[in-house]
């Protein structure tokens, strides 16, 4: 089976830079994904990483390193509007073109002024 | 504008009734599933469609049923053998089975009294 850990939550001040980590356990790893949600919400997807390395967009960044079987969320400039909860998922391959994404837990994050 | 629909926001229903989840998308996407979410639980698969016609099971299909007969819709029935069916319910579609961003939408709360 698949099974992911992630911090529960996580408090940081506004303008600073907070790093969510995520470390999982799988078979047929295909890559790892964030989404974000605000409470009561639905999740929106953030970035994807499918080989080791770290991928940009705009204030947010996540990295993967395969072979630890680990990765991260790195929000930079954080501002009010991202508090959320912040989950990592991994996409997985189980055969006959069946792909699944199974969710973390989910990290809270409290943004304070 | 695309996206996916779930209606009830909202939905109340007395203990050992089904009730029928609507989820529909105008995104053209081929896949499409159920997750539920629980505090503190992150998000888990129910069902998950990736071709009309067919779908499989996720990690907790015990005492739901699905059918995906259009490519544009997805409905869950939580039947009367789901041991604890007050959660909250989001639908999501991705473009392809191996398509890792997912679109969601915003969610069914369901209550059982």
């Known amino acids: 089976g698949q099974s992911l850990e992630q911090p529960s939550e996580v408090t940081a001040v506004e303008g600073a830079i907070v790093q969510i980590n995520c470390t999982y356990q799988t078979s047929g790893f295909y890559g790892l994904s964030w989404y974000q949600q605000h409470d009561g919400g639905a999740p929106t997807f953030l970035s994807y990483?499918?080989?080791?390395g770290l991928e940009e967009t705009g204030r947010f960044s996540s990295f993967l390193s395969r072979s630890d079987s680990y990765g991260y969320l790195l929000l930079q400039e954080l501002q009010m509007k991202d508090s959320a909860s912040y989950f990592c998922a991994v996409d997985s391959y189980s055969g006959a073109g069946s792909y699944q994404l199974t969710f973390g837990k989910g990290t809270k994050l409290s943004v304070i002024p | 504008d695309g996206g996916i629909t779930q209606s009830p926001k909202y939905l109340f229903r007395k203990e050992g009734q089904n009730v029928t989840l609507s989820c529909e998308q105008n995104?053209?996407?081929?896949?499409m599933y159920w997750y539920r979410q629980d505090p503190g639980q992150g998000l888990r698969l129910i069902y998950y469609s990736q071709i009309v016609n067919d779908f499989q099971k996720g990690d907790i299909a015990e005492g739901y049923s699905v059918s995906r007969e259009k490519k544009e819709s997805f409905p869950l029935t939580v039947t009367s053998a789901q041991k604890n069916p007050t959660a909250f319910y989001l639908c999501a579609s991705s473009r392809d089975p191996d398509n890792y961003g997912y679109t969601f939408g915003s969610g069914t709360r369901l209550t059982v009294v």
């Open positions: 995104l053209n996407h081929d896949a």
């Open positions: 990483n499918g080989l080791d």
